[in-house]
């Protein structure tokens, strides 16, 4: 149980174009969404929390107009980079928080995001 | 404010031996504690959480992890290693009331012998 998905798990795509990411929770609801940040070698930055039917609470320094996120229904969220530029290229978590859970968050395996 | 200390950022260790991942954290407030491993280009998958009651904590893949509160330490280990225990493991802690933020430490690389 407590499956999280995310698509596309690699996407290459030019500069000044828009990149959509998808998580979804397959097997338990998600009131909770978190969306996080990895450069190589390095811990996770948490980029934005969302929930369900409001507008997510980005993290200090986190463009909201760049990375925009909807939490639509209580097992999906989605990522938009905007205008995506060379310095987006990262690999994005998204994690999940059942709605029965203490705190503990459920990981997607991650999306490569290659700005060219 | 949480903050997670992971004091080696790299443990090399030969197949068979046990080994120890460190972990220590600050807070003002009871906390929630984790620990996390992730494989190269994968998303993390957690390995045991510590709630409360029962301060030794056993999780997947034969870890466990001790809570030490006079400490503020959360130490992971395992007894004997396998070549495919080689990852990244993180240590993470949240606040057991209100708010939802994870703190995650710097990860630790293990890295398996044969």
């Known amino acids: 149980g407590a499956v999280v998905s995310q698509h596309p798990s690699r996407v290459i795509c030019k500069s000044g174009t828009s990149v959509k990411i998808e998580c979804r929770s397959l097997d338990f609801q998600a009131t909770t969404m978190f969306w996080y940040r990895q450069f190589p070698k390095q811990s996770l930055m948490l980029m934005a929390t969302s929930n369900e039917g409001s507008k997510a609470t980005y993290e200090q320094g986190v463009e909201k107009d760049k990375f925009l996120i909807n939490h639509a229904s209580l097992t999906l969220s989605t990522l938009t980079v905007t205008s995506a530029h060379p310095e987006d290229s990262s690999f994005y978590i998204c994690?999940?928080?059942?709605?029965?859970?203490?705190?503990?968050?459920?990981f997607g395996p991650g999306t490569r995001l290659l700005v060219l | 404010a949480q903050s997670v200390t992971q004091l080696d950022s790299q443990v090399p260790v030969f197949e068979e031996a046990p080994v120890e991942l460190r972990c220590n954290y600050s807070s003002s407030v009871s906390v929630y504690l984790f620990w996390y491993v992730q494989y190269p280009n994968q998303g993390l998958q957690l390995l045991l959480k510590?709630?409360?009651?029962?301060?030794l904590v056993k999780g997947i893949n034969g870890f466990e992890a001790e809570f030490n509160k006079s400490q503020t330490s959360f130490h992971l280990r395992k007894p004997s290693v396998h070549i495919s225990d080689t990852a990244e493991y993180f240590c993470?802690?949240?606040?057991?009331?209100?708010?939802?933020?994870?703190?995650f430490g710097a990860g630790t690389r293990l890295f398996v012998k044969a």
């Open positions: 993470a802690v949240n606040r057991n009331t209100g708010g939802f933020k994870t703190i």
């Open positions: 510590y709630l409360s009651g029962s301060t």
């Open positions: 994690s999940a928080q059942a709605v029965d859970s203490i705190k503990t968050q459920y």
